[in-house]
């Protein structure tokens, strides 16, 4: 089932004026709605959509600390790193894991010189991560956004990552989008897959 059939040149203009409230309307009461087309639509954006991931604020809370705990995992390495070339007259490390930034010692040791642990994928053993809404848009399998121009495609990869193969959108210029969880820095982004991927869910 698609929302856009086939209309008449007389009412087909009426799609310019389709905004975010109308789009929501839709997935909310369809919900056994499999494919919809909203391509073209100038007026949208992401915002309607976001409810297809189940408890967003929870999730919106998770990535704030996910921010912050590769923000601080970083900030170790760079110091670890200092100290290092200080002790070595300015020699550099190696490139972190993140690679963000360098780093120098055992990859077994997990404390800095201060004794602080240096973090692993403990980091992300606590978070609690986001799965697919059961009530909104639920049956809903294939999604088309193309010329849609105030879409912001990094937060529809963030719904399509949540999704897990359940979903696919197909962005501005009529590809499908790859998922991603949360769009950071792409060294630190390899980190954070390689938790998420590996975690319970």
């Known amino acids: 089932m698609s929302v856009d059939h086939p209309v ?8 310019r ?3 975010d409230r109308g789009v929501s309307s839709v997935l909310a009461a369809c919900p056994s709605l499999q494919e919809a087309d ?3 639509l100038k007026q949208i954006t992401s915002r309607p959509f976001l409810p297809i991931i189940h408890d967003l604020p929870s999730w919106r809370r998770t990535l704030a600390l996910l ?3 590769l923000a601080e995992r970083a900030a170790r390495w760079r110091r670890r790193a200092s100290v290092a070339a200080a002790a070595c ?3 550099g490390g190696e490139r972190s894991p993140d690679g963000n930034s360098s780093y120098v010692g055992n990859d077994n040791d997990d404390s800095d010189d201060d004794g602080e642990s240096s973090g692993g994928d403990e980091d992300f053993e606590e978070l609690e991560l986001p799965r697919r809404s059961r009530v909104f848009a639920p049956a809903l399998r294939i999604l088309r956004l ?3 121009d105030l879409i912001n495609e990094d937060c529809m990869r963030e719904i399509v990552a949540v999704c897990r193969g359940s979903l696919v959108v197909y962005g501005y210029s009529a590809d499908p ?3 991603r969880w949360v769009t950071i820095h792409p060294g630190r982004q390899r980190v954070l897959e390689s938790a998420l991927l590996s975690a319970d869910v």
């Open 38 to 40: 909203f391509s073209g």
């Open 17 to 19: 004026f389709v905004t």
């Open 146 to 148: 193309l010329v849609s």
């Open 89 to 91: 007259g300015g020699a």
């Open 8 to 15: 008449s040149k007389k009412t087909r203009p009426a799609r």
């Open 177 to 179: 989008l790859e998922p």
């Open 67 to 69: 921010r912050l705990r």
